[in-house]
C-alpha cells in the first residue's frame, strides 16, 4: 500500500487512508508496517476499509495526536496505544470493539473519545483521563456508564453522549461534573433519575427519550424533549426529598398556574389576541417520520421538522423575498451564522417521505444543489464552492469571502457530511451548505416542509424553529380566519403546523415538534389540536 497520501501541512504530517482500493489492499496484504515508520506523524485516519486487527507498533506513532479509525472492522486495540500520550482525539466509532483495552486510560492528554456504534459490553475507569471533554459512547451495549466518569477532577467534561445501550442506573454524584452541558441517555432502560440532576450548574441538554420511567407524568415530560422542563420537575422533587416545600408561596412571587389555570388565561384573553398557531397532532396514518441514523450522530446529531400548511407567498409582490431574508437573518443572528444551527425549507409536495437524516462519505453524497441541474457529490460541489469564492475574493480585492461561502470552514476536517434523504435515497438537503433544487420553494409553494438541524444541541433546533414560526406568523404567511360575523374585529392571522416525529433506526421516538411546551411566546395564541 503506498503512502502517497501523507501531506504535509505546516509542521504537521497527516496521512488519511480511506475507501475501497484501500480496503482491497488490506484485505490482500494487510495494512502496511512502513505505516509505523512515520514517527512525526500528527494525523491519522483509516476508514471505511475491512481493516479487523492494528499492529502492536501503533505505539511507535508517539507524535499522534488526531487518530480515527472509524467504519472498519475492529474487534480489539492494541495494549499499546498507551504510548500515544499526545494523542487529544480519538475517533472508534462504528466498528465491532467489545472490549477497549485497559491502558486506553493512560491517554491523560486525550480530549474527545469516540466509541459510538461497536459492541461494548464494559468501559475501563475513566478517571485518570482529567483532559477528557467529550466521551460518546453511544450505541453499545452497556448497563451503566464508565466508572469514575462522575470524578470532580473530570473539570473539563461537557458531554456525554450515552444514548442506546442498557443502562437502568444513574447515580446522584453527576453533580460533581462543573460543567457538564449535555447528557444523552435517550433509549435506555431507565425507570427513575436522580433529582440531583436538576441542580448541575450547567447543564442545557438532558436528553431521556425513549426510557420507561416509573413516573409517568415525568414520563411525559421527558417525551416533549424539553431540558427547562424536566430540570424543573427533578428540582421540585428534590426540594421534596430535602423535606422543602415546593408549592410554599415566595413572598411577592405567584405559585405556577396549574394546566386548567394556564387554560382559563388563554380562554380569558383570546380577544385581545390577533394572532394564532394551529397546531395539528401527529397524524395517525401518512405522517411523516424522520429516522435518524447511527453514523450522523458523531457528525450532526440533533434534526427537528416540522409541515407548515395553507402559505400564501404572494399576498404581496415582497412576501417571497422577505420570507427568504428572514431566513438568511434567523442563519445570522439566532443560528450564529449555521454554527449553532441551519434552517431548510421544502416544497412539501416534492418531498417524498419517509425521510432518513443519514452521515455519509463525501465522494458518495450525491445532490443537484440549489439553482443548479446538474447532478454533483459533495466532494466535488464542495471543491467547487472554495475555488468559487477564492475567485470571487480576488475579483473584488477583499480579505474575506461572502454568501454561501463563507460557511464552507464548518465542514473542514469532516470525514463524513450529514445529509437528508428521501424515502428514495435521494438527497435533499446537506447542511450547513445547501438544500436540493428538487425540492425547492417557490412564490407557488403552499406547504412546506421545515427542517433544523445542529451540532450543538437540540433546545436551539426548537428555539430556531420556534422564532421562523412566529415570525412567518407576523409576517401575515397564514390564512385570515376572521369571519364576516366579525368584521369588526382586526383580522386573526392563523399558521397552521403540523408535527414531524423524528425516530432512530429502531423507530424509538427522539422528539415531536412542536411538542405541547414548545412556541410559548407572548401574544400569540397557540390552538394545540392534540387527542
Not at 450548574?201 to 427519550?209: I, N, Q
Not at 430535602?242 to 408549592?247: E, I, L, T
Not at 385581545?272 to 435518524?292: E, R
Request: net charge neutral; aromatic share 4%.
Amino acid at each position: 500500500m503506498a503512502m502517497e497520501e501523507v501531506r504535509n501541512v505546516g509542521d504537521a504530517r497527516e496521512l488519511t487512508l480511506r475507501g475501497p482500493h484501500i480496503s482491497k489492499a488490506i484485505e490482500e496484504n494487510g495494512l502496511d508496517e512502513k505505516l509505523f515508520e512515520l514517527t512525526n506523524l500528527n494525523y491519522l485516519c483509516v476508514s471505511q476499509t475491512c481493516l479487523k486487527h492494528v499492529s502492536p507498533r501503533l505505539g511507535n506513532l508517539v507524535n499522534l495526536t488526531n487518530l480515527v479509525l472509524h467504519h472498519n472492522q475492529l474487534t480489539a486495540l492494541p495494549e499499546e496505544i498507551q504510548c500515544l500520550t499526545k494523542l487529544k482525539f480519538l475517533d472508534l466509532s462504528n466498528n465491532q470493539i467489545e472490549e477497549l483495552p485497559l491502558s486506553i486510560t493512560k491517554l491523560a492528554n486525550l480530549e474527545s473519545l469516540n466509541v459510538s456504534v461497536n459492541k461494548l459490553l464494559s468501559f475501563p475507569p475513566v478517571n485518570e483521563m482529567k483532559s477528557l471533554h467529550i466521551l460518546n459512547i453511544s450505541h453499545n451495549n452497556l448497563k451503566e456508564l464508565p466508572e469514575g466518569i462522575f470524578d470532580p477532577e473530570l473539570v473539563h467534561l461537557h458531554t456525554i453522549m450515552a444514548g442506546n445501550n442498557e443502562m437502568e442506573h444513574l447515580s446522584p454524584t453527576v453533580t460533581d461534573l462543573p460543567h457538564l452541558q449535555t447528557l444523552d441517555l435517550t433509549n435506555n432502560k431507565l425507570k427513575e433519575v436522580p433529582a440531583e440532576l436538576s441542580v448541575c450548574p450547567k447543564l442545557k441538554t438532558l436528553s431521556l427519550t425513549g426510557n420507561k420511567f416509573s413516573d409517568r407524568r415525568f414520563g411525559k415530560l421527558v417525551e416533549q424533549c424539553l431540558t427547562k422542563a424536566v430540570m424543573e420537575y427533578l428540582n421540585k422533587n428534590l426540594k421534596k426529598e430535602k423535606g422543602q416545600n415546593p408549592d410554599k408561596k415566595a413572598k411577592g412571587k405567584n405559585t405556577k398556574l396549574t394546566k386548567k389555570d394556564l387554560k382559563k388565561e388563554e380562554d380569558d384573553d383570546v380577544e385581545f389576541l390577533t394572532d394564532a398557531l394551529n397546531v395539528l397532532h401527529f397524524p395517525d396514518k401518512g405522517g411523516l417520520v424522520v429516522s435518524v441514523t447511527p453514523a450522523v450522530l458523531s457528525v450532526r446529531p440533533y434534526i427537528v421538522c416540522c409541515i407548515v400548511r395553507n402559505l400564501d407567498f404572494q399576498k404581496t409582490s415582497n412576501s417571497f423575498k422577505q420570507f427568504i431574508t428572514l431566513q438568511t437573518k434567523l442563519h445570522d443572528t439566532l443560528c450564529n451564522k449555521r454554527q449553532a444551527a441551519t434552517i431548510a425549507t421544502h416544497d412539501l409536495k416534492s418531498v417524498k417521505g419517509p425521510l432518513k437524516f443519514d452521515a455519509q462519505f463525501p465522494s458518495h453524497l450525491m445532490i443537484i444543489p440549489l439553482s443548479r441541474q446538474k447532478e454533483v457529490t459533495g466532494e466535488k460541489l464542495v471543491e467547487d464552492l472554495l475555488k468559487e469564492a477564492e475567485a470571487l475574493r480576488k475579483e473584488k480585492k477583499r480579505s474575506t469571502v461572502s454568501g454561501i461561502h463563507k460557511y464552507l470552514d464548518l465542514l473542514k476536517d469532516k470525514i463524513q457530511y450529514p445529509c437528508l434523504l428521501d424515502c428514495t435515497g435521494a438527497v435533499i438537503s446537506f447542511p450547513p451548505i445547501t438544500n436540493s433544487n428538487n425540492t425547492k420553494i417557490s412564490k407557488e409553494t403552499t406547504s412546506i416542509l421545515v427542517e433544523v438541524t445542529s451540532s450543538t444541541n437540540l433546545d436551539v433546533c426548537k428555539k430556531v424553529c420556534d422564532e421562523l414560526l412566529v415570525k412567518m406568523l407576523e409576517m401575515g404567511l397564514g390564512e385570515n380566519s376572521t369571519g364576516e360575523e366579525a368584521s369588526s374585529s382586526p383580522a386573526q392571522k392563523t399558521l397552521t403546523v403540523e408535527q414531524v416525529k423524528v425516530n432512530d433506526e429502531e423507530g424509538n421516538l427522539r422528539v415531536v415538534y412542536p411538542s405541547r411546551t414548545d412556541l410559548n411566546h407572548p401574544g400569540i395564541k397557540v390552538n394545540r389540536n392534540y387527542e
